[in-house]
T-cell receptor
Framework: AQTVTQSQPEMSVQEAETVTLSCTYD???????LFWYKQPPSRQMILVIR??????QNATENRFSVNFQKAAKSFSLKISDSQLGDTAMYFC?????????????FGTGTSLTVIP | EAQVTQNPRYLITVTGKKLTVTCSQN?????MSWYRQDPGLGLRQIYY???????DKGDVPEGYKVSRKEKRNFPLILESPSPNQTSLYFC???????????FGPGTRLTVL
């Protein structure tokens, strides 16, 4: 079975600073997809960023970027210029490619607090 | 407005009383899925569906049933709910499984 590990249950960062959330995963597949989702206090699940394993270039979405290390099976999320609205639970997620199954696996989450 | 809807949003029930949580999407998505979220465990997939009449088990399917008779609907059925099924449930959909998933607002279920 695939597993996704988020080793930081809680983190905090000062407003305007940079923070990195870690995620590691375990798979024997070569093609797969990785995601970071944000869950604010409203409980709504919101996609932050998506990475396809066959793409070597790290995905970036405005202040959010990832450091994808395929050999190390690591997928960390960097949030630059942190804002109060970034306070949320962040989940890392993994999915195999279409031909090898379509089951999603989520990590246990990292609760991020942005301090004014 | 493109969205995934779930009903009810909140439900308190008693052990053994059958219940259904509905999920509907208006985006013509192929893939739909159910998750439960529990403190310290993150989200765990219950069932997913690649298309009409095609469903597969996720990580925690025991005690749940699903059906996909129409593309837009994917109800979650608890035939005999038990207290360990008290949780926050999310339905999600995507064009295909590898695409971004769009989540519903969640259903808070309490089984007494």
């Amino acid at each position: 079975a695939q597993t996704v590990t988020q080793s930081q249950p809680e983190m905090s960062v000062q407003e305007a600073e940079t923070v990195t959330l870690s995620c590691t995963y375990d798979t024997s597949e070569n093609n797969y997809y990785l995601f970071w989702y944000k869950q604010p206090p409203s409980r709504q699940m919101i996609l932050v960023i998506r990475q396809e394993a066959y793409k070597q270039q790290n995905a970036t979405e405005n202040r959010f970027s990832v450091n994808f290390q395929k050999a190390a099976k690591s997928f960390s999320l960097k949030i630059s210029d942190s804002q109060l609205g970034d306070t949320a639970m962040y989940f890392c997620a993994f999915m195999n490619s279409f031909n090898t199954g379509n089951q999603f696996y989520f990590g246990t989450g990292t609760s991020l607090t942005v301090i004014p | 407005e493109a969205q995934v809807t779930q009903n009810p949003r909140y439900l308190i029930t008693v052990t053994g009383k059958k219940l259904t949580v509905t999920c509907s999407q208006n985006m013509n998505h192929e893939y739909m899925s159910w998750y439960r979220q529990d403190p310290g465990l993150g989200l765990r997939q219950i069932y997913y569906s690649m298309n009409v009449e095609v469903t597969d088990k996720g990580d925690v399917p025991e005690g749940y049933k699903v059906s996909r008779k129409e593309k837009r609907n994917f109800p979650l059925i608890l035939e005999s709910p038990s207290p360990n099924q008290t949780s926050l449930y999310f339905c999600a959909s995507s064009p295909q499984g590898t695409d971004t998933q769009y989540f519903g607002p969640g259903t808070r279920l309490t089984v007494l």
